[in-house]
């Protein structure tokens, strides 16, 4: 079982940046794949973006590709989600998950398809 702690949430005006953190602990995350969700009040969980075992293959929802960029480090056991020219839309709760699969197997956008869940950090964008 791997344990996921997010980090880097905060307030911050529109056109902004922040970077997200998440660290695991208990099993090496090098084993699964990560993915970023986020949730708004009132709204559905949504897929953000993901990242293959290796880091090599990434997908990312339609809202956020080119402003947001997920990467990890398998060797300190982090991953992480840069966030560049924030909207105030993207203000949610951010959640780190962790999906245990084969190095060959094919990203997934769909929350129920991850094992484990880290416990969210605010991102609050004014206008």
């Known amino acids: 079982q791997v344990r996921l702690v997010e980090s880097g949430g905060g307030l911050v005006q529109a056109g902004a940046s922040l970077r997200l953190s998440c660290a695991a602990s208990?099993?090496?995350?090098?084993?699964?794949?990560v993915g970023w969700f986020r949730q708004a009040p009132g709204q559905e969980r949504e897929f953000v973006a993901a990242?293959?075992?290796?880091?090599?293959?990434?997908d990312y929802a339609d809202s956020v590709q080119g402003r947001f960029t997920i990467s990890r480090d398998n060797a300190r056991n982090t991953a992480s989600l840069q966030m560049n020219s924030l909207k105030p839309e993207d203000t949610a709760v951010y959640y780190c998950?962790?999906?245990?699969?084969?190095?060959?197997?094919?990203?997934?956008?769909?929350?129920?398809?991850?094992?484990?869940w880290g416990q969210g950090t605010q991102v609050t964008v004014s206008s």
């Open positions: 990242i293959s075992r290796g880091g090599g293959d990434t």
């Open positions: 208990g099993r090496t995350i090098g084993q699964y794949s």
């Open positions: 998950a962790a999906r245990r699969i084969i190095m060959t197997a094919p990203l997934s956008p769909q929350a129920e398809s991850y094992n484990y």
